[in-house]
């Protein structure tokens, strides 16, 4: 093989690491890539990463000793999430998209995978510090975002559903009180889905009462598992009081009554108005 240039190395280098967010490779894999000396390989990581400040594409990180390497991590400033979801709230808000119940269409949102991506990279950028195991969700709406979420926090999803699978082996059901409904459903997950003393962030669409969010914290109970935060791409502001704490969304839901009927204003959540 003709000898590789640095600027050949630095774009190879960073597709891998940004292709498989928070997995290590260490540098003595990439200099048996590229045929290079690790003190080289050393400098291109000091490039790399400054080039991922100045253009806020996230950050590489370094571990040190036999186990340690390079790794890269989608993290996104708290300002540029704001501005983010501040625009999806101004394609939100209206009445066009408003249903019965007190619930908003916004499918076509949770469908794109660009915009499922950023929503994902802006809750594993609060959870990254919280060391999750994985990523809980329930069927169906949730998935994407929580596959992103997954993604970015390089742990595995898991998703929770309305009845069990044969092909998915022995489960375990718990019944829970709907909060949107008020009705008893319930949920099951395969017993081999998640170990005990696992670390889980659950991720959903939307909240409301926060009945199936309980549920699946109850669920994780179930497994001995333990949750370490939950996240939501949307929320109602109404009831103010869920059935979870400490939850972060994304965008918080208000219906108000105008001369011309009920309109949607959709708005940023709060945390993502504070200073870092």
């Not at 022995?170 to 003393?197: C, D, F, H, K, W």
Request: hydrophobic fraction near 40%; include cysteine.
């Amino acid at each position: 093989m003709d000898k590789i240039r640095r600027n050949e190395r630095l774009s190879a280098m960073m597709k891998i690491l940004s292709d498989a967010p928070n997995q290590i490779y260490t540098l003595s894999w990439f200099c048996e890539m590229f045929g290079t000396a690790k003190s080289s390989m050393s400098e291109d990581v000091d490039i790399l990463r400054g080039v991922a400040e100045n253009f806020g594409l996230g950050c590489l990180e370094t571990l040190s000793g036999a186990a340690g390497g390079v790794y890269y991590r989608p993290v996104v400033k708290r300002e540029d999430a704001q501005e983010y979801i501040s625009g999806l709230c101004g394609q939100l808000s209206g009445s066009s998209r408003l249903l019965p119940g007190g619930f908003l269409y916004y499918s076509d949102i949770l469908s794109s995978p660009e915009i499922t991506q950023k929503m994902g990279e802006i809750i594993a950028t609060e959870y990254f510090d919280d060391r999750p195991d994985s990523v809980l969700t329930m069927e169906t709406k949730g998935i994407p975002v929580a596959l992103m979420t997954a993604r970015a926090l390089g742990v595995p999803l898991v998703i929770a559903r309305h009845t069990s699978k044969v092909y998915e082996g022995p489960a375990v059901n718990i019944n829970y009180v709907s909060g949107s409904s008020g009705s008893i459903q319930t949920m099951s997950l395969a017993r081999r889905a998640v170990r005990e003393g696992q670390r889980t962030l659950i991720v959903d669409d939307f909240l409301k009462g926060g009945g199936t969010a309980f549920g699946m914290m109850e669920l994780m109970r179930e497994f001995n598992a333990q949750v370490i935060g939950s996240a939501f791409v949307m929320e109602t502001a109404d009831p103010p009081r869920k059935r979870i704490q400490g939850e972060k969304s994304l965008m918080t839901l208000r219906i108000q009554q105008t001369e011309e009927g009920e309109t949607a204003l959709v708005t940023p959540a709060d945390w993502l108005t504070e200073k870092e």
